[in-house]
Protein backbone atom coordinates (compact mmCIF):
# COMPACT_ATOMS: atom_id res chain seq x y z
CA UNK A 1 0.00 0.00 0.00
CA UNK A 2 1.46 3.33 -1.33
CA UNK A 3 0.44 6.73 1.37
CA UNK A 4 1.26 10.18 0.19
CA UNK A 5 1.81 12.68 2.88
CA UNK A 6 0.79 16.32 2.63
CA UNK A 7 3.22 18.74 4.91
CA UNK A 8 5.03 18.14 7.71
CA UNK A 9 3.67 21.70 8.85
CA UNK A 10 1.75 19.94 12.30
CA UNK A 11 4.27 18.23 14.89
CA UNK A 12 1.91 14.54 14.39
CA UNK A 13 3.18 14.36 10.66
CA UNK A 14 6.44 12.78 11.55
CA UNK A 15 4.95 10.57 14.38
CA UNK A 16 2.05 9.38 11.62
CA UNK A 17 5.42 8.60 8.99
CA UNK A 18 7.29 6.55 11.91
CA UNK A 19 4.03 4.40 12.74
CA UNK A 20 3.58 3.96 8.92
CA UNK A 21 7.20 2.63 8.41
CA UNK A 22 6.27 0.38 11.07
CA UNK A 23 3.06 -1.50 9.14
CA UNK A 24 4.10 -4.33 7.23
CA UNK A 25 2.87 -3.90 3.12
CA UNK A 26 2.89 -0.19 3.92
CA UNK A 27 4.85 2.74 2.55
CA UNK A 28 5.49 6.30 1.93
CA UNK A 29 5.35 6.66 -1.93
CA UNK A 30 5.76 10.76 -1.82
CA UNK A 31 6.05 13.38 0.94
CA UNK A 32 5.43 17.04 -0.19
CA UNK A 33 6.20 19.55 2.14
CA UNK A 34 6.50 23.26 1.78
CA UNK A 35 10.57 23.69 2.60
CA UNK A 36 12.44 22.17 0.30
CA UNK A 37 15.19 21.07 2.49
CA UNK A 38 13.10 20.44 4.83
CA UNK A 39 10.91 18.06 2.42
CA UNK A 40 14.14 16.22 1.42
CA UNK A 41 15.39 15.58 4.90
CA UNK A 42 12.26 13.76 5.78
CA UNK A 43 12.48 11.40 2.19
CA UNK A 44 15.60 10.59 3.74
CA UNK A 45 14.34 9.68 7.40
CA UNK A 46 10.92 8.15 6.05
CA UNK A 47 11.26 6.94 2.18
CA UNK A 48 9.64 7.76 -0.50
CA UNK A 49 10.05 10.61 -3.14
CA UNK A 50 9.74 14.48 -2.51
CA UNK A 51 7.54 16.60 -4.60
CA UNK A 52 7.74 20.23 -4.42
CA UNK A 53 4.12 20.45 -5.57
CA UNK A 54 1.94 18.64 -4.04
CA UNK A 55 -0.38 17.69 -7.51
CA UNK A 56 2.43 16.00 -8.68
CA UNK A 57 2.12 13.85 -5.39
CA UNK A 58 -1.78 13.17 -6.34
CA UNK A 59 -0.80 12.57 -9.97
CA UNK A 60 0.40 9.39 -8.58
CA UNK A 61 -1.80 7.98 -7.16
CA UNK A 62 -1.54 6.94 -3.75
CA UNK A 63 -3.84 4.50 -2.12
CA UNK A 64 -4.37 6.94 0.28
CA UNK A 65 -3.15 10.35 1.98
CA UNK A 66 -2.26 11.95 5.18
CA UNK A 67 -2.52 15.81 5.46
CA UNK A 68 -0.78 17.54 8.26
CA UNK A 69 -0.17 21.08 6.99
CA UNK A 70 -1.59 24.81 8.79
CA UNK A 71 -5.14 24.95 9.90
CA UNK A 72 -5.61 27.39 6.77
CA UNK A 73 -4.24 25.06 3.84
CA UNK A 74 -6.57 21.86 4.72
CA UNK A 75 -9.47 23.05 2.62
CA UNK A 76 -7.21 23.36 -0.80
CA UNK A 77 -5.33 20.19 0.04
CA UNK A 78 -8.06 17.65 0.95
CA UNK A 79 -10.31 19.39 -2.07
CA UNK A 80 -7.23 18.88 -4.07
CA UNK A 81 -7.14 15.28 -3.12
CA UNK A 82 -10.53 14.68 -3.64
CA UNK A 83 -10.65 15.73 -6.85
CA UNK A 84 -7.42 13.56 -7.99
CA UNK A 85 -9.16 10.62 -7.31
CA UNK A 86 -7.74 9.93 -3.56
CA UNK A 87 -10.28 7.29 -1.95
CA UNK A 88 -9.19 8.16 1.67
CA UNK A 89 -7.40 10.92 3.01
CA UNK A 90 -6.77 11.61 6.57
CA UNK A 91 -6.80 15.16 7.73
CA UNK A 92 -4.98 16.72 11.06
CA UNK A 93 -7.48 18.48 13.38
CA UNK A 94 -9.19 20.89 13.21
CA UNK A 95 -10.76 19.70 10.03
CA UNK A 96 -10.51 23.93 9.20
CA UNK A 97 -10.36 27.18 10.12
CA UNK A 98 -13.86 28.06 9.47
CA UNK A 99 -17.34 26.30 9.13
CA UNK A 100 -18.04 26.92 5.51
CA UNK A 101 -14.73 25.64 4.48
CA UNK A 102 -15.02 22.54 6.48
CA UNK A 103 -18.46 21.90 5.05
CA UNK A 104 -17.54 22.40 1.38
CA UNK A 105 -14.31 20.14 2.16
CA UNK A 106 -16.95 17.42 3.38
CA UNK A 107 -19.47 17.71 0.08
CA UNK A 108 -16.31 17.75 -1.82
CA UNK A 109 -15.46 14.74 -0.80
CA UNK A 110 -18.90 13.41 -1.12
CA UNK A 111 -19.02 14.46 -4.41
CA UNK A 112 -15.85 12.30 -5.22
CA UNK A 113 -16.16 9.17 -3.65
CA UNK A 114 -13.87 9.95 -1.36
CA UNK A 115 -13.47 9.43 2.40
CA UNK A 116 -12.62 11.85 4.54
CA UNK A 117 -11.04 10.98 8.25
CA UNK A 118 -9.99 13.61 10.98
CA UNK A 119 -7.22 12.75 13.07
CA UNK A 120 -8.22 12.53 16.64
CA UNK A 121 -5.60 10.11 18.21
CA UNK A 122 -6.82 10.89 21.33
CA UNK A 123 -9.70 8.29 20.78
CA UNK A 124 -6.93 5.89 20.99
CA UNK A 125 -5.63 6.44 24.20
CA UNK A 126 -5.87 3.00 26.74
CA UNK A 127 -7.22 5.22 29.23
CA UNK A 128 -9.82 6.55 27.11
CA UNK A 129 -11.21 3.54 25.35
CA UNK A 130 -11.02 1.90 28.53
CA UNK A 131 -13.59 4.81 30.15
CA UNK A 132 -15.71 4.82 26.95
CA UNK A 133 -16.50 0.48 27.51
CA UNK A 134 -17.43 1.37 31.03
CA UNK A 135 -19.52 3.96 30.07
CA UNK A 136 -21.45 1.64 27.03
CA UNK A 137 -22.04 -0.60 30.17
CA UNK A 138 -23.61 2.41 32.11
CA UNK A 139 -21.05 1.95 34.89
CA UNK A 140 -21.84 5.47 36.36
CA UNK A 141 -25.59 5.68 35.49
CA UNK A 142 -26.55 8.76 34.07
CA UNK A 143 -24.10 11.76 33.66
CA UNK A 144 -25.17 14.46 34.56
CA UNK A 145 -21.44 16.65 33.73
CA UNK A 146 -18.10 16.24 32.81
CA UNK A 147 -15.22 18.72 33.74
CA UNK A 148 -12.15 18.40 31.45
CA UNK A 149 -8.90 20.25 30.63
CA UNK A 150 -6.31 20.36 28.36
CA UNK A 151 -2.84 22.40 29.12
CA UNK A 152 0.27 22.26 26.76
CA UNK A 153 3.29 24.47 25.53
CA UNK A 154 2.73 27.03 23.53
CA UNK A 155 4.17 25.38 19.83
CA UNK A 156 4.67 28.63 18.25
CA UNK A 157 5.45 29.06 14.10
CA UNK A 158 2.15 29.13 12.18
CA UNK A 159 0.07 27.81 15.63
CA UNK A 160 0.20 31.28 16.75
CA UNK A 161 -0.68 33.30 13.19
CA UNK A 162 -4.32 33.49 13.55
CA UNK A 163 -4.34 33.61 9.88
CA UNK A 164 -2.84 30.36 9.13
CA UNK A 165 -4.05 28.70 12.80
CA UNK A 166 -7.56 30.05 12.88
CA UNK A 167 -7.06 30.78 16.95
CA UNK A 168 -4.67 30.34 19.49
CA UNK A 169 -4.94 27.79 22.33
CA UNK A 170 -8.79 27.66 21.81
CA UNK A 171 -8.73 26.29 18.59
CA UNK A 172 -5.77 23.78 19.19
CA UNK A 173 -7.46 22.35 22.02
CA UNK A 174 -10.78 22.38 21.96
CA UNK A 175 -11.77 19.86 19.11
CA UNK A 176 -10.10 16.86 20.73
CA UNK A 177 -11.96 17.27 23.62
CA UNK A 178 -15.34 17.86 22.26
CA UNK A 179 -14.77 15.12 19.95
CA UNK A 180 -14.00 12.53 23.26
CA UNK A 181 -16.91 14.10 25.07
CA UNK A 182 -19.09 13.60 21.96
CA UNK A 183 -17.48 10.03 21.17
CA UNK A 184 -18.64 9.11 24.93
CA UNK A 185 -21.79 10.34 24.88
CA UNK A 186 -23.38 10.03 21.14
CA UNK A 187 -24.68 13.76 22.34
CA UNK A 188 -23.88 17.29 20.26
CA UNK A 189 -23.18 20.44 21.64
CA UNK A 190 -25.97 23.03 21.12
CA UNK A 191 -24.75 25.91 23.14
CA UNK A 192 -21.49 27.39 24.54
CA UNK A 193 -20.21 30.27 26.80
CA UNK A 194 -16.57 30.66 26.68
CA UNK A 195 -13.63 32.90 27.67
CA UNK A 196 -10.40 33.39 26.43
CA UNK A 197 -7.36 35.78 27.11
CA UNK A 198 -3.53 36.20 26.62
CA UNK A 199 -2.36 35.40 30.12
CA UNK A 200 1.13 34.00 29.62
CA UNK A 201 2.50 35.52 26.48
CA UNK A 202 3.12 38.75 24.73
CA UNK A 203 1.05 37.82 21.45
CA UNK A 204 -1.93 38.78 19.57
CA UNK A 205 -3.58 35.28 19.68
CA UNK A 206 -5.46 33.62 22.87
CA UNK A 207 -3.13 31.31 24.89
CA UNK A 208 -5.67 30.51 27.63
CA UNK A 209 -9.68 29.81 27.36
CA UNK A 210 -12.71 28.71 29.89
CA UNK A 211 -15.60 26.89 28.03
CA UNK A 212 -19.12 25.65 29.18
CA UNK A 213 -20.69 23.39 26.94
CA UNK A 214 -24.32 22.40 27.02
CA UNK A 215 -24.32 19.22 25.15
CA UNK A 216 -28.12 18.29 23.80
CA UNK A 217 -28.53 15.84 26.39
CA UNK A 218 -28.84 17.92 29.21
CA UNK A 219 -25.05 17.90 30.64
CA UNK A 220 -22.55 20.61 30.99
CA UNK A 221 -18.96 20.68 30.57
CA UNK A 222 -16.16 22.48 31.83
CA UNK A 223 -13.13 22.72 29.47
CA UNK A 224 -10.09 24.40 31.18
CA UNK A 225 -7.84 24.73 27.84
CA UNK A 226 -4.26 27.19 27.78
CA UNK A 227 -0.63 26.98 26.28
CA UNK A 228 0.14 27.47 30.32
CA UNK A 229 3.31 24.90 30.05
CA UNK A 230 6.44 27.07 29.97
CA UNK A 231 10.09 25.73 28.42
CA UNK A 232 11.19 24.66 32.57
CA UNK A 233 7.84 22.84 33.13
CA UNK A 234 8.59 19.03 33.36
CA UNK A 235 5.42 17.80 31.09
CA UNK A 236 4.26 19.44 28.25
CA UNK A 237 0.37 19.66 28.75
CA UNK A 238 -2.48 17.24 29.63
CA UNK A 239 -5.82 15.67 28.66
CA UNK A 240 -8.22 14.82 31.75
CA UNK A 241 -11.50 14.55 32.16
CA UNK A 242 -13.90 13.77 34.89
CA UNK A 243 -17.13 12.03 34.04
CA UNK A 244 -20.04 12.67 36.75
CA UNK A 245 -22.74 10.37 36.91
CA UNK A 246 -25.95 9.48 39.01
CA UNK A 247 -23.65 6.82 40.24
CA UNK A 248 -20.34 7.31 39.60
CA UNK A 249 -17.05 9.11 38.40
CA UNK A 250 -14.81 8.12 35.86
CA UNK A 251 -11.87 10.00 35.93
CA UNK A 252 -9.27 10.46 33.29
CA UNK A 253 -5.52 11.19 32.91
CA UNK A 254 -5.15 10.55 29.11
CA UNK A 255 -0.98 11.13 29.56
CA UNK A 256 -0.38 8.94 33.15
CA UNK A 257 1.55 6.57 31.81
CA UNK A 258 4.91 8.20 32.54
CA UNK A 259 7.82 8.64 35.06
CA UNK A 260 8.71 12.10 36.26
CA UNK A 261 12.65 12.20 36.33
CA UNK A 262 14.88 14.75 38.27
CA UNK A 263 18.32 14.62 36.70
CA UNK A 264 21.33 16.02 38.40
CA UNK A 265 22.69 16.13 34.86
CA UNK A 266 19.79 18.40 33.37
CA UNK A 267 19.06 20.04 36.75
CA UNK A 268 16.08 19.96 36.13
CA UNK A 269 12.64 17.60 35.86
CA UNK A 270 11.56 16.19 33.03
CA UNK A 271 8.78 13.91 31.55
CA UNK A 272 9.68 10.21 30.25
CA UNK A 273 6.43 9.03 28.32
CA UNK A 274 6.60 5.33 28.26
CA UNK A 275 3.17 4.42 27.91
CA UNK A 276 1.22 3.24 24.12
CA UNK A 277 1.59 5.28 21.14
CA UNK A 278 -1.99 6.93 20.42
CA UNK A 279 -0.72 7.85 17.55
CA UNK A 280 -0.25 4.05 16.05
CA UNK A 281 -3.62 3.66 17.03
CA UNK A 282 -4.57 6.04 14.66
CA UNK A 283 -2.64 4.91 12.13
CA UNK A 284 -3.24 1.10 12.30
CA UNK A 285 -7.05 2.18 12.33
CA UNK A 286 -7.14 4.24 9.66
CA UNK A 287 -4.94 1.61 7.59
CA UNK A 288 -7.35 -0.95 8.25
CA UNK A 289 -10.32 1.32 6.66
CA UNK A 290 -8.00 1.61 3.39
CA UNK A 291 -7.32 -1.84 2.56
CA UNK A 292 -11.11 -2.98 4.13
CA UNK A 293 -13.88 -1.38 1.68
CA UNK A 294 -16.38 -2.95 4.45
CA UNK A 295 -14.42 -0.87 6.86
CA UNK A 296 -14.98 3.07 7.44
CA UNK A 297 -12.66 4.66 9.02
CA UNK A 298 -14.71 5.94 12.99
CA UNK A 299 -13.81 9.47 12.72
CA UNK A 300 -15.61 11.27 10.17
CA UNK A 301 -15.25 14.66 8.61
CA UNK A 302 -18.73 15.50 10.25
CA UNK A 303 -16.76 14.55 13.56
CA UNK A 304 -14.31 17.03 12.51
CA UNK A 305 -17.04 19.72 11.70
CA UNK A 306 -18.91 19.16 14.98
CA UNK A 307 -15.73 19.61 16.92
CA UNK A 308 -14.47 22.86 15.45
CA UNK A 309 -18.35 24.41 15.99
CA UNK A 310 -17.83 24.33 19.27
CA UNK A 311 -14.22 26.22 18.87
CA UNK A 312 -15.80 28.96 16.51
CA UNK A 313 -18.50 29.19 18.69
CA UNK A 314 -16.44 29.85 21.87
CA UNK A 315 -14.65 32.84 20.01
CA UNK A 316 -18.10 34.56 19.12
CA UNK A 317 -18.91 33.72 22.68
CA UNK A 318 -16.14 35.63 24.22
CA UNK A 319 -16.44 38.20 21.90
CA UNK A 320 -20.36 39.13 22.93
CA UNK A 321 -19.95 38.47 26.25
CA UNK A 322 -23.05 36.12 26.12
CA UNK A 323 -23.78 32.11 25.27
CA UNK A 324 -23.62 31.21 21.71
CA UNK A 325 -26.00 28.87 20.57
CA UNK A 326 -24.45 26.16 18.03
CA UNK A 327 -27.13 25.69 14.87
Not at 61 to 90: M, R, T, W, Y
Not at 125 to 140: D, F, G, H, Q, T
Request: hydrophobic share 40%.
Amino acid sequence: MKIGMISFAHMHASSYAACLNELDGVEIAGIYNENKNVGQSLTQKFGGKFYSNYNDLLAESPDAVIICSANSDHKEHVIAAAKAGCKHILCEKPISTNIEDAKEMIDQCDENGAKLGIAFPCRYIPAVMEARKSLEENAIGKILAAKTTNHGTMPGGWFVQKEKSGGGAVMDHTPHVVDLLRWFMDSDPVEVYAESGTLFYDMDIDDAGLLTIQFDNGVFATLDTSWSRTKSFPTWGDVTMELIGMEGVISIDAFAQDIDLYSDINVKASWEYWGDNMDSGLIKDFITSVEDPDKNFPITGEDGLKALEVAIAAYKSAEVNKPVKIS
